[in-house]
Every structure is written in C-alpha cells, then in structure tokens.
C-alpha cells in the first residue's frame, strides 16, 4: 500500500484512549451480560416524536434534494434566533453555518482558524476529540489542567501562561463535558480578557447550554469586543436529543462563515434536506427541550444524593451536562485499573477520565444516560465497590 497522508495519521497518533472499556463492556452487554451502561454521554430515550414527525412529513413532501449552502436559509434563521437565547447577542443567519454535528462545528472551526505550525490551548479535562481535531487543521495544542479542587475551573494564569507567539486559538466548554462544570461569569470573563490582550480566537463549545440546570450559561460571545473573534459550537444532539440525526451549527463573524461555504462544498456538501426541515421543527417548536433539561438535572441529583457520605469517593465539579465526575484516586490512582474493576466486580460500564486528558487521572466518568432506578442501583454498587477496595 503507498504510504497514507501524515495528516491522518496524526489525528490520533496514541490510538488508546481508554473507550477500551466502554468497548469491551458493550461486547459483553449484547452477549447478555445485565451491564449497566454509563459509559457514552447518547440518551437511552428516542428524539421527541414532534421532531420524527416532521421528518416524515418532510421525506412524503418531496424534501430529498440538495439545499442551499452553508444551510437551509429558514433552518439558519431558527438557529440564529435560538442562538440569541444561548448567547445573549444579537444573531443574524448570515452568522450560521450548519454542520454535520457539533463535531462537524468544531472541525469547521479550527480549519477556519488553524494554520500548520499554529497552536491552540485546550482546557483540560475536554471532549475526547479536541486534540485531534487540532492536529486535522496541522497545528499543536498544550492541554491546561483544569483544577479538580476547584470544581474543574481552570486557573487564567495558566492559560495565559500557556499561550506562545503561534497560538490561535482557546478552547473552552461549559458546561462541560466530562466535569460537568458550569463556568462563572467571572471565569468567562477572564478567559475574554485573556484573548482580547493577545489576539485569540475563542471557540467556545456550548452543546450543554440547556442543561446549566439552574445556573447561569453565559457565552464569551456576549462579552464586549468578543463577537468578532468568538466561535461558537453548538448542536442539536444533547439538548433536543438528536445524536444520530448529526445536526449542529458554527455561529461566527458572516466573513468566516462565507469562507466556510468553500469547505462546506468540499467537505459534506451540506446536511440532508428532510433532517434540515425536521430541525425546523425542533427548534421553532423546542421539541423536548424543557423535558431533557429537567431529566438530566432531576438524574445527576438522583446519582449524586445515592452516593452522599460515600466512602473512598469525591464528587468534583458536575453542575450541569449530562456527566457526574467522580474522583477515586483516595484508593486508586489509575482511573483506568478502577473503571476495568469495577466492570467486572460490579457490571458498571464507566470512561475512565484519561480518555478526556491526563488532568482528570484518578477519576471516572459517568453518564445519566439510564431511567432514574438504574442510576440509583448503580450508584449504590459503585458505594459498596468503593467502600471494599483494596
Ligand atoms: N462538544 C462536546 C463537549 C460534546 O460532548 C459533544 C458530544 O458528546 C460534541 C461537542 C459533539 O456533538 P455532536 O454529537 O453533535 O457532534
């Protein structure tokens, strides 16, 4: 075979990143194994019916051709309106772009903003596919570590401490996945300060942005002097339930957009026209929204009440999204020893937090992707694990 691009083999050079487990233990569960699965951050309830409906309309109507890049023109206007509910700032369509997924929207993004041999700064612990989403676009990243005694917030001296003559571009998620933290005001507002001083870009990831529960979501975007060098990333996935349907968006200055149409046709050429008109639908109508915002919130109390006073566990961070970040490192430093164990003595799959970056070592990952029960029997078995752990 000739030899294959530097560049794809780079994107995940290490090619383990501990999803072993959540690998393995799905193996086991379609053997027939009763593992309980709070691995993967994907709802274990279908997309509101609402949103099915108007697909199937869409589909007997005749909605199966191409459509307008960089999307459906009535699609970017809902999502420009849902973004002023997200960010607080004033949305044009011209500033929308949809994507295949808010991963699509972080691809977009670092192409948009990324040049070889430029560098970016990720927050640490982060979604699994950030680095290499850095390295597709050719540049390098440093990883600053989030503070697990602070609730996973990071420190702004480390950020700014991190950045070098070729950096880009900061990264940052809230509410995030895999802490859970909902960044404070005063948080975002220091990270704005630090790219306006030095020039950055800003990508704030914003897929949670629904489930806050109850604390405040504020977007960098709104933050002055900030529109013009913030991208934001959202989707459709978490907060409508609407993983498979791969629907997200990029908000952006309506320069960076225009630019983006030329990747977008040589990428994806464009979403699929009846997922477009059934995101219509979903947005304009907020199809489930309210519902899913108030069962992740409702699950994570649930999960974490269960695990009150529980020996040998820490719970860091978890304010919001979908995850409660448990730190065990008191009896096990290795995340990935305990998160094995504790599939095999206790039949609970969990991410070990290595898979999100050396920062969240020592703690695990779970996800309120199960009925409240589940959660409550789960926690229970992780209590008693804990306790008997030697
Ligand atoms: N950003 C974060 C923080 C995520 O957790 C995820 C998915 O889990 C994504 C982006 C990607 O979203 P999507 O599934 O819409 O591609």
Known sequence: ???????????????????????????????????LMLSVG?????????????????????????????????????????????????TAAEEIIVTQGGQGALFAACQATLDVGDHAIVVAPYYATYPGTIRAAGATLTEVTARPELGFAPDPKDIEAAIRPET??????????????????????????ICRRHDLWLLSDEVYWTLAAGREHVSPRSLPGM???????????????????RLGWLTAPAEVILKLINLNIVSSYGMADFISHAAVAAVEKRYGVDEIADRYKARRKIFMDALEGAENIVIRGSEGAMYVMLDVSAIEPDAET?????????????????????????????????????????????????????
């Open 227 to 245: 529109k013009e060098r913030t991208l934001v990333v959202n989707s459709l996935s978490k907060s409508h339930g609407m993983t498979g349907w």
């Open 338 to 390: 305990f998160a094995w164990a504790l599939l095999d003595a206790e039949q609970i799959a969990a991410l070990p937090g290595t898979s999100f970056g050396e920062a969240a070592q020592g703690h695990l990952r779970f996800s309120m992707c199960q009925e409240e029960h589940l959660l409550k029997t789960a926690a229970e078995r992780i209590r008693r694990f804990a306790k008997n752990y030697v």
């Open 168 to 193: 880009r571009l900061l990264m940052i998620n809230s509410p995030n996945n895999p802490t859970g933290a909902v960044y404070s005001r005063e948080m975002i507002e220091a990270i704005a300060d």
């Open 42 to 90: 994907d709802h274990d309830f279908d997309t509101p019916e609402g949103t099915v409906d108007a697909c199937i309309d869409a589909l007997r109507s005749g909605k199966h051709h191409y459509i307008q890049l960089p999307g459906l023109p009535r699609l970017r206007s809902a999502l420009a309106k849902m973004t002023e509910e997200c960010t607080r700032t004033e």
């Open 1 to 35: 075979m000739p030899k294959l691009s530097n560049r794809i083999t780079g994107i995940m050079p290490s090619g383990k990143d501990g999803w072993e487990v959540h690998f393995a233990a799905l193996t086991r569960k379609q053997a027939g194994e009763p593992i």
